[in-house]
């Protein structure tokens, strides 16, 4: 086995998610200009704070969730309200 399919067999025990799945994410993530460092972060205070298995996590919709979320504060930060909790208005 060469260097190359050693790190991707490393990669496949280590990663509970597929190729496809992971760049779905990064595609949308670096679309709304989402640091991959900030988002690795939130999966795994996530998955902590869920007690969600970690490759039980849907790393698509943890992305859409995320960019959803920043949207949220983003928002707030600049309206100085929670739009969810004090309107009827959502960002999804």
């Given at each position: 086995m060469?260097?190359?399919?050693?790190?991707?067999?490393?990669?496949?025990?280590?990663?509970?998610f597929g190729?496809?799945?992971l760049q779905a994410?990064?595609?949308?993530?670096?679309?709304?200009?989402?640091s991959f460092n900030d988002f690795s972060s939130y999966?795994?205070?996530f998955a902590l704070d869920t007690g969600v298995e970690?490759?039980?996590l849907d790393i698509c919709g943890l992305a859409y969730e995320y960019i959803l979320?920043?949207?949220?504060?983003?928002?707030?930060?600049?309206?100085?309200i929670d739009i969810c909790n004090?309107?009827?208005?959502?960002?999804y």
């Open positions: 060469n260097s190359n399919e050693s790190v991707n067999e490393l990669m496949r025990s280590i990663l509970p190729y496809l799945d994410a990064a595609e949308l993530l670096e679309e709304a200009r989402v999966v795994e205070e970690f490759d039980r979320q920043q949207a949220r504060q983003e928002i707030e930060d600049q309206l100085a004090s309107t009827d208005i959502y960002v």
